[in-house]
């Protein structure tokens, strides 16, 4: 009697060790973590990324940790320096910093793995109006050539959008058109700002800053590779990466067409006809 009584509670103890068992073990996969370096300017379409991912992957956590591009490279310095982890959360899967020039000098100190870069996002400029307006020209040329409309950019000087804006319009031959009907306003914000203000009947945006307003203005052309070559976002596989299978499977994730299809609703464009191009490898 004793003997089976015995044998009940060994079999049950083995049902509650096997049971927790499984239950640490989908714990421990739950917990898998995927950490990015990142640039601030790149948190909209990396988290957005990031929860597509986990989405499709929910044993992964994305985390990201942003700073700038000298922060990045000294804190990439830092970790590989002292033992291969980021201080603080583990190791680092991915690096995607604003610009290239600086992926290419990580990539040269062996920072991330030679062959690993992709890009990931483009981004277009933008003609936008006030969303109320029902009737505007659907192209950059015809509102140029439109003597009774003003446009709103952002200022060469000061500005990323600013530069880009003024190297479009003179490549699409249209500056002297517009001169004598250019606002110049601070920066994207200040370029909205003007057109809903009615300082300028349209202005000049990047995509993504489209978007952020798009309950305010209606975007009614957008530039193309032909004639603007848009900023590319690139990213990755950091030299210590700790599952490269992990890592690969993000990067192949954001060439994918859902991920595309995300970075889409945020008003970036495909890279990859520009990527090809641009890319040195």
Known sequence: MISHRVRQLAAIALVFTVAFGIFDASMAIAEESLVILASPSLKAPLEALGHGFEATHPHVKVQIHYDSGLGLRQMIATMQNSGRHFIGSGPVHIIAPAGLELLERLEQRYYVLPGTRKAYAAVPLVLVVPES??????????????????????????????????AFLQGIGVVDALKGRLDEAHDARGVIDHVLNGEADAGIVFGSDAVRERERVRV????????????????????????????EAFLDFTQ???????????????PANVATAQNPQ
Not at 220 to 246: G, K, Q
Not at 260 to 270: E, K, N, V
């Open 133 to 166: 307006l029902a009737d505007a020209h659907t192209s950059f040329e015809a509102f140029a050539h439109d003597p009774s409309k003003r446009l709103s950019v952002a200022d060469p000087q000061r500005t990323e959008l600013g530069l880009r804006t003024e």
């Open 220 to 247: 009614v052309a957008t530039s193309t590779e032909e004639t603007h070559r848009p900023i590319v976002y690139w990213m990755a596989m950091e030299r210590f990466c700790p599952n490269r299978a992990l890592c």
């Open 256 to 270: 994918s067409q859902e991920a595309q299809a995300i970075l889409t609703r945020l008003g970036y464009g495909s």
